[in-house]
């Protein structure tokens, strides 16, 4: 059996060329998906087994497949995939459609702290048609043509022309891509105003006059989801603004949403984050006692008020030691 190793073509394919990006049809509520994209491909992949175990493949080979085809073999009801740098954690196995055998595969063991996205597998873009709107839960099948893979990884894998790379993807668990909580009612007298876009990305609109001395913390959006204990790390997306700044000083929704823990950030952040739940919205007033005090930090002069806007995506699994 001729192997490819897992490093180099499963997990090893990290780069950032695909940041920024959105799939198709960016928000959740307008998500379709057929369950089976090509039928004449499709039927020639037969997937069995438990999901939970790497799966059990037969293929009536060659499978030829012209462009991309995909099916899934079983349905999830979780969140579903908008976003390439939508955190996810996924196990994969990797098989020749020229002879069928097994080229690849993640560990199957369980790990929920392997944490990676979409953009991730650079050296198979067509993941990113594939797995548009599927959902947590899910087993997908895919049939990879050679215009569906980076360059030189057909012939790495060893495929005849015209041949394709078949891929079973389990979705172990999808992170939200913004915050879907209920939208909150908030006084807020004299602080800043949010405005979104369409797929969630926040922007801060801070006003005329001083800042408040107190911290002051408003949830926008309430969500449903587990509460924020500072047990686990949080997967959030935020953005932070220098009060009376126009442009941000930081944000994470131009590439993947950060991973914190509450003694990790600052001491304002961590309080505007601890007992909210996954869902929410939070915007955060952060006085310079509660953020850098009087050091400057990078582009923030030193005593300034900091405000930031923070999407709770997630809980992410603390790693077994």
Known sequence: MRKIPVALVVLGLVTVGLAGCSLPGSSASD???????NPDVMDLITVTGDTQDEPEVDLYTPVKAAELAYEDVVTGDGTAITSVNQPLVIDVALFSGTNGEMLAATPYDGD???????????????????????????????????????????????????????AVIDL?????????????????FGLPSVVRAPDGRPG??????????????????????EKVTGDQPVRV???????????????????EPASLTLDGVVPGFAKALEGQ????????????????????????????????????????AVPAQ
């Open 31 to 37: 998500c379709s998906r057929p369950e089976v994209s």
């Open 277 to 316: 739940t996954v869902g929410s919205q939070v915007m955060v007033v952060v006085p310079p006692d509660q953020g850098y005090g009087d050091q400057a930090q990078g582009g923030i002069p030193a005593g300034s008020t900091l405000v930031f806007v923070i999407d709770i995506l997630g809980l992410d």
């Open 237 to 255: 997306h935020y953005t932070g603004v220098v009060w009376g700044e126009n442009e941000p000083f930081d944000t994470t929704w131009d590439g």
């Open 172 to 188: 172990r668990k999808v992170y939200l891509a913004a915050a879907d909580g209920q939208n909150q009612f908030n006084s807020g």
């Open 112 to 166: 929920m702290s392997r944490v990676g996205s979409v953009a991730q597998f650079a050296n198979f873009p067509g993941f990113e048609d594939a797995l548009h709107c599927a959902t947590e839960g899910s087993r997908v099948a895919v049939a990879l043509s050679s215009d569906d893979l980076a360059e030189g990884v057909a012939d790495q894998a060893g495929l005849d022309d015209g041949d394709a790379l078949v």
């Open 204 to 225: 801060l609109i801070i006003p005329d006059g001083a800042a408040p001395s107190d911290l002051t913390i408003q949830t926008l959006k309430k969500g449903d989801g």
